[in-house]
């Protein structure tokens, strides 16, 4: 409205101010927390609005995706939301992902996943059960990632399949694990060995939230090869 009564050299410049103006407000956010209806819906409004709001946010490094409970996880919308930030977030290093209760979520989220492997350097899975085994394999390709940290309050139980797979990410530095059942008894119990080969670790949380009767289901049997 005020254009008409502007200097078009006026306009020029208040038009350049408010650009600078957002892109130093964009610089200013580096996290977010998407709502489902971003990333969890196949149709052409849900990329529009994603695609939008990362046009604006273009220097996120975080990325926060939490699935309601209850309800059921659409992997081709997460696939197509996974692409949406390798195309327009260079900047992306961390992830967080919760709410994967079912097996059939993690087909979703580590299939969909693949594609950040070169540039996901933090990955946080919170309120989640353990992967199946057939799937673990699926962690091989986040190459550059750096630091772990998996919170399962859930009765799904940690197997030595997933600390074998957790044992060959040797490029990570910082791992964090926190688990309440366990496939071990006290009289057999889960070695945690396998994470001895984590040779650049800097620091290492391992925590049991599960009945303390059953606290010697799960040991380090060689605590040397973690000198």
Known sequence: MLRQYMKPADVAGARLACKEWRELLSAQVQQVQLPPCLWQHSSPGQLVQLHRLLRVYKY?????????????????????????FRVHLPTLQRLELAGIAKPAHWYAMLGSMQCL????????LTD???????????FGALSSLQRLHIRSPHFSRLEAPHLAAIGGLTQLQE?????????????????????????????????????????????FCGPTALA
């Open 60 to 84: 996120l490094q975080e990325v926060r995706l939490a699935l309601p409970q209850g309800q059921q996880c659409d992997a081709c919308a997460l696939a197509q939301a996974m692409d949406t």
């Open 117 to 124: 492997g070169p540039q996901l350097r933090c990955l946080q």
């Open 128 to 138: 989640i059960c353990w992967p199946p085994p057939s799937m673990l394999h699926m």
């Open 175 to 219: 791992l964090s694990l926190c688990f309440r059942t366990v496939e071990g008894t006290a009289h057999a119990p889960l070695s945690l060995d396998p994470l001895g080969c984590l040779v650049r670790l800097t620091s290492l949380d391992v925590q049991y939230t599960g009945l303390l009767e059953l606290a010697s289901a799960v040991v």
